[in-house]
């Protein structure tokens, strides 16, 4: 089964969809479609450019497009119930157990309060995950009330994950408009997840940089 088709499925739409609603019940950022499909793609781009099998590319994007379905049972502890979701879906569309393994571990392992990056499928889907910062994730209309989370993602005009030519650095780039947020507030709140991403890029041969408005600041 390919990536295209779990996008297909209607159960696991619904579970995003779902998931999705309770988040924003709760205050939080959009975790719908375009969350998970930008981390689809992103994971399915790194693996791809340091030269994983075409396989492992369409398990990246699938472990991206299932990735926070945990939300659906509670924000806290959602990457493990969310690999654990994963799994009876997996298992009952008839995926080989190696393969979801791989899947189910990733997705058990992206968020920076527990996650470690185990694997490379699990070391691209957490940096696939933590640079998907922009401004059309906030949903609050009201400025003046934004907290935090609100001013950081709504600050972001900008973001691109790029590999270099020479595979030895992956660039975490970010336009910042400082009028909303500055970049202490970005450090403030994703201090953990940057840390993360280092762990990752590392498992993946790679070192990690984050540049904000032209300035190397990881």
């Known amino acids: 089964m390919t990536y295209e088709e779990i996008k297909k499925n209607t159960d696991v ?5 779902a998931a999705d609603e309770c988040l924003q019940a709760l205050g939080y950022t959009e ?7 930008t981390v689809a793609e992103k994971t399915g781009y790194i693996l791809q450019t340091l030269g994983y099998d075409e396989r492992m590319v369409e398990l990246g994007k699938i472990a991206g497009y299932l990735h ?16 654990m979701m994963a799994f009876r879906i997996l298992d009952h569309l008839g995926f080989p157990a190696e393969e979801t393994a ?16 185990v694997s490379p499928l699990a070391a691209a889907l957490i940096l696939a995950d933590k640079s ?24 972001v005009t900008k973001a691109e994950l790029k590999i270099n030519s020479a595979h030895t650095i992956i660039k975490l780039k970010l336009q910042v408009d400082t009028h909303f947020s500055s970049v202490m507030e970005y450090f403030e709140i994703f201090m953990g997840r ?18 904000i408005n032209e300035n190397q600041l990881l």
Do not use: W
């Open 68 to 83: 926070d379905i945990g939300n659906l049972i509670n924000r806290d502890d959602h990457s493990q119930s969310g690999a």
């Open 194 to 211: 940057m840390i993360l991403c280092r762990k990752a890029a590392e498992k993946l041969g790679l070192q990690f940089k984050l540049m």
């Open 31 to 37: 975790h719908s479609y375009a969350h998970v499909t």
């Open 132 to 155: 998907d910062v922009r401004r059309n994730r906030v949903r609050n209309t009201e400025i003046a009330s934004f907290d935090i989370h609100d001013r950081v993602n709504y600050s």
């Open 102 to 117: 791989m899947i189910v571990s990733a997705i058990g392992n992206h968020d920076e309060g527990t996650g470690v990056p």
């Open 13 to 17: 739409n619904i579970y995003i969809k």
